[in-house]
């Protein structure tokens, strides 16, 4: 009976492990491949960008549609769900580009709570109607468009020694975090 | 076809270069196994051989076999962060002649870009022979990866590795360099078996006068981990 609960919570501790981990896994697809609906969108919001990369992404939640291209010197990757509806956008952007008063939130809660960190990727993401969405790259508008803030950043604590995937809101409140799996480096090591 | 006429050119650059000086072609496979001991430790045992299948300095000039040497290598490495870890490790290595001993030291930093990774590895190594002093061995290797398949690297997926390293070695009071370039096909099964097959060039002798070699590997190795 003590063997089969301690066998329980291992698998547990397993599960709610796993469950705090980032596991992409994204392919590159064929123009042909993708949803109508999602090209078509993609076309009137940036009209009719050409070089355009498509991939297929799962993870262990979801499987979406991803446009990658370029618009305005930023790299854009715009998620579509199955049926080609656009889901969110995101940009990539430099540290010296976050909104001031959001970078200072960021930065406190990093201070906080890790002892070292640096941060190695910062995307803005914004989350809206399809319609919405589409005025946030040809009109710059962003009514009824939620931003939140996708960072990648290696932390240190005490504990723990990891790179992070977080997820701060507009106002640079942590939303939640998780820790990315690095690939293993023994073909780089030996 | 671009890669492959660019890498026959190479070959072929070798080739009419290696006429003066001595030239060895050969097989060397090599493979890996690497396990975690403990959240912070990994033990990594590896095997690569080289045997020699053309070497311009016999008469002949003909393909003929000869094992050159194999190696047999196990590392402990202690990750000191998730980008650096240093290892120290042992070989024995079988040749013609005299079996010797090496003892290693290394640290290796990962560089992560946007799709690409690279890997520094700073090594220095001490080898161990009945009669001869001391070799010490000082050692910068670069090695790069890249997704032929989209933007990362996903189970499946096929990617290229070019690697580059200079080697500095002294005994006694004679010194020399040596250099060692690698570009392979690399095959990504899963995270923990990995399969790589391509050209290991290495050239030395640079300092010692009227001496210089090639060497072209063709190089096979696979990277477990469990």
Redesign the interface.
């Known amino acids: 009976m003590i063997r089969s609960i301690t066998r329980l919570l291992i698998m547990l501790c397993f599960s709610f492990g796993f469950a705090q981990e980032k596991n ?5 697809i064929e123009k042909q491949e993708v949803p109508q609906q999602a090209k078509a969108w993609l076309n009137d919001a940036y009209e009719n960008k050409r070089r355009t ?1 498509w ?1 297929f992404q799962t993870d262990d939640e979801e499987q979406v549609f991803e446009a ?1 291209l370029k618009h305005n010197k930023h790299l854009h990757s715009v998620e579509f769900d199955l049926d080609g509806n656009v889901r969110n956008i995101e940009v990539l952007i430099d540290e010296n580009e976050l909104d001031e008063e959001v970078r200072k939130v960021i930065s406190t809660y990093l201070n906080t709570y890790f002892s070292k960190f640096s941060i ?2 910062i995307q803005i993401q914004y989350t809206g109607e399809g319609d919405d969405l589409e005025d946030v790259i040809d009109e710059d508008e962003f009514e009824d468009i939620t931003v939140s803030y996708e960072i990648e950043f ?1 932390g ?1 604590t005490e504990t723990e ?3 992070w995937e977080a997820l701060f809101d507009s106002e640079g409140i942590l939303i939640k975090k998780r820790s990315v799996n ?9 | 076809m671009k890669r492959l006429i660019l890498m026959v050119c190479l070959l072929g650059s070798f080739l009419a270069e290696a006429q003066s000086d001595r030239f060895i072609f050969g097989f060397f496979p090599e493979a ?1 196994l ?1 396990y975690k001991v403990s959240e912070k430790y990994t033990v ?1 045992h ?1 095997i690569e051989s080289q045997h020699g299948l053309y070497d311009s300095n016999n008469l002949n000039e003909e393909l003929e076999y000869e094992h050159s040497l194999t190696d047999l ?1 196990s ?1 402990i ?1 202690r990750r000191l ?3 650096v ?1 240093v ?1 120290v490790g042992y070989q024995y290595r079988i040749e013609e002649g005299e079996n010797t001993h090496r003892t290693i030291q ?1 640290v ?1 930093i ?1 560089q ?1 870009a ?1 799709f690409y ?3 520094h ?1 700073i090594r220095i190594d001490e080898t161990f022979f009945k009669e001869a002093p001391l070799l010490f061995r000082a050692r910068y290797r670069l ?1 790069g ?1 890249i997704p032929l ?7 499946g ?1 096929k990617y290229l ?1 070019v690697s580059n390293e200079l080697i500095y070695m002294i005994q006694s009071s004679e010194d020399d360099l040596e250099n060692r370039f690698a570009a392979s096909l ?1 095959f990504y099964f899963d ?2 078996n ?1 399969f ?1 097959v391509g050209l290991d060039y290495r050239t030395d002798d640079y300092l010692v006068e009227d001496k210089f070699r090639h060497r072209l590997w063709f190089k096979v ?1 696979y ?1 477990k ?1 469990l």
Not at chain 1, 24 to 28: F, S, T
Not at chain 2, 149 to 155: A, E, F, V, Y
């Open positions: 992409e896994v994204e392919k590159r990369k991939y990658k190695s990727k290696y240190k020694d990891e790179l690095l690939k293993a480096t023994d073909n780089l090591d030996y | 890996s690497s990594t590896k290598q590392f490495g962060s998730p980008f870890k290892d290394q290796s990962l992560r946007s990774r690279i890997g590895r090695k990866q398949q989209g933007l990362s690297l996903d189970p997926e590795a690399g995270d923990k990995k790589e190795g990277y981990s």
